[in-house]
């Protein structure tokens, strides 16, 4: 079973930092590339940051410089640093392949002004 678990979640004020973990399984991991997306209120959900086996690393321009994802492939766990935070950050973040599919329940970020 392929399986996410998204983790790391809050409520935060602006300016402030948080780390998600997303466990993933069921799944070569170390050999896949891992992304996270997030989906705000009445927007579609979009990707935010990738990460390749290799450890190359992509951001939307929105996040660029702020947020950091990593993978520990021993783990099976891929993390986002987020710094900075604005209120435009709020949404639920998931993780997944770059052809995503069995989204896990992702996990809620809030930030407030």
């Known amino acids: 079973q392929v399986r996410f678990v998204e983790s790391g979640g809050d409520l935060v004020q602006a300016g402030g930092s948080l780390r998600l973990s997303c466990a993933a399984s069921?799944?070569?991991?170390?050999?896949?590339?891992i992304g996270w997306y997030r989906q705000a209120p009445g927007k579609e959900r979009e990707l935010v940051a990738s990460i390749t086996s290799g450890g190359d690393t992509n951001y939307v321009d929105s996040v660029k410089g702020r947020f950091t994802i990593s993978r520990d492939n021993r783990k099976n766990t891929v993390y986002l640093q987020m710094n900075s935070l604005k209120p435009e950050d709020t949404a639920v973040y998931y993780c997944?392949?770059?052809?995503?599919?069995?989204w896990g329940q992702g996990t809620q970020v809030t930030v407030s002004s």
């Open positions: 997944n392949w770059l052809n995503p599919k069995y």
């Open positions: 069921g799944f070569p991991f170390s050999i896949i590339a």
